[in-house]
């Protein structure tokens, strides 16, 4: 104990010269850069009518002015996307940087058992590339599926500036009881990897979540269900994982780490344990009843639907999952008149990043009933709170962040152009810029 103590008392003499030094040189950098944008149509996230020929003013990483009209100032270079529609930067809430596809248990399987975790990490970075370049310029990466903290890395890679991506909270291992959650049915003699991390009991439970975030979770994520199967009563119906005290533990603990929690819920008892432990968002939830909406409705629950996946994987693994997808809709219908907030989350990585976009999502939620700008506030403002960073992203107004895109049609009258975009721009870097 004295030992390091003493090394600690050295290190702050050592360091602090350092410190104030660096301070001081940074202060003689020539001063952060200033970039205009010309907006054809301007949808800033708060207002529900565009603003036409707007002007965004950008210092270093930072809006700092928006105007309707105006003139940018003598010497700023202006990017021209005058004839374009201009959006803040997209927001998904509910991906896996460290999956590629899991149509069926094989897809899953292989991965976890061929695949290094370092090759996995590189597929991750890459797959952080193209949810950029897509437009999603912030992300709630959902677990690495057996690929343990490399979420943290690639996470801390991108805020370095090593490897291009979006703005990242992580969620690293994810929780369920043991033997609720692959790899299963390979002979007790192997040791196969796990794709969430065993955690048993109240004690468990919270040692879990301090290990997590000791390692650098942002989100606790926990599967509340498995096996799910319809019921005579019509009713979507799973088995519950975690014991309420279990849950509740893990909610507890998380909670008081200043953290927040994820729960994956699928059936309607999932959803019910969950919505009991107190979670902050529920995932998927294609089994939502009036009742858990109301619910949803009462505690300020988030809601992330990942239609895109459910749509995606029920063909190929047909069952009750093409059901599932039909249910899903009409809870979303309901949701929505409601009044749930749904942030836009797609479940990213349980489909190929190369396969499909991502920004699909959004065309689901206006076939389901929302309007486009609603559509839209769904994958920005929405889930910028849900991230606790409504200050930093998800509108385009001063004193946030740069982080926009654009499309060349108006994807008010046409969702699909969030599958189109091509300017993209994070922290006042341009990252894509594909002319007019
Ligand atoms: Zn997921």
């Known amino acids: 104990m004295m030992g390091r103590y003493f090394r600690m008392v050295l ?4 360091v602090m010269p350092l410190m104030i030094s660096t301070c001081g040189a940074q202060t003689k950098e020539a001063p952060p850069k200033k970039v205009a944008i010309r907006a054809g149509r301007l949808i800033d996230g708060k207002s529900d009518t565009p603003i036409a020929n707007a002007l ?8 700092v002015a928006v105007t309707p009209g105006g003139a940018a100032p003598a010497g700023v270079e202006v990017i021209d996307l005058s004839k374009a529609t201009v959006l803040p930067g997209l927001v998904d809430t509910h991906t896996h940087l460290l999956l590629n596809g899991d149509i069926t248990a094989d897809d899953y399987d292989t991965q976890l058992l061929k695949e290094s975790i370092p090759y996995r990490a590189v597929l991750g ?17 959902l677990e690495t599926e057996g690929a343990m903290y490399a979420d943290v890395d690639i996470k801390t890679a991108i805020a370095n500036g090593e490897v291009p991506g979006p703005r990242m909270q992580v969620a690293t291992r994810a929780m369920t009881p043991t033997g609720m959650y692959p790899l299963l049915g390979y002979s007790w003699e192997l040791k196969v990897p796990t794709g969430v991390q065993y955690v048993d009991g109240v004690d468990g439970a919270r040692k879990a979540v301090r290990e ?10 926990y599967y509340s269900d498995r096996h799910y199967h319809f ?5 979507l119906h799973s088995m519950v994982n975690f014991t309420d005290e279990e849950a509740k533990a893990i909610v507890e603990e998380t909670h008081r780490l200043g953290k927040k929690v994820a729960a994956h819920a699928i059936g309607s008892d999932g959803i019910a344990a969950a919505l009991r432990a107190g979670v902050d968002s529920i995932e998927h939830g294609d089994g939502l009843t009036d009742a858990s909406i109301d619910e949803l409705v009462k505690k300020g629950v988030y809601w992330v ?4 996946v459910g749509a995606y994987v029920a063909p190929g693994r047909g069952g009750d999952w093409t059901k599932m997808v039909d249910l899903e809709k009409a809870a979303f219908q309901k949701a929505l008149k409601k009044g749930v907030k749904i942030a836009m989350g797609t479940d990213a990585g349980g489909f190929d990043w190369k396969g499909l976009n991502q920004a ?4 689901y939620y206006v076939e389901y009933g929302m309007t486009p700008m609603q559509a839209i ?6 889930p910028a709170d849900l991230l606790g960073w409504s200050d930093k992203v998800g509108t385009i107004e001063a004193g946030k962040w740069a982080d926009l895109v654009a499309t060349s049609g108006d994807p008010l009258k046409d969702i699909t152009e969030l599958q189109r975009v091509k300017f993209v721009m994070k922290g006042g870097a341009v990252y894509k810029n594909e002319g007019k």
Do not use: C, Y
């Open 231 to 235: 019921e005579a009563d019509g009713v």
């Open 377 to 382: 506030r769904s994958g920005t403002v929405v």
């Open 305 to 308: 639907p990942t239609i895109t």
């Open 125 to 141: 970075a890459r797959n952080a590339r193209i949810a950029l370049d897509h437009g999603f310029t912030t992300m709630r990466d």
């Open 212 to 221: 997590q975030v000791m390692f650098g979770a942002d989100w606790i994520k």
């Open 56 to 63: 965004i003013l950008i210092e270093g990483d930072k809006i």
């Open 11 to 14: 290190a702050g003499v050592l």
């Open 360 to 363: 699909k999502e959004f065309e």
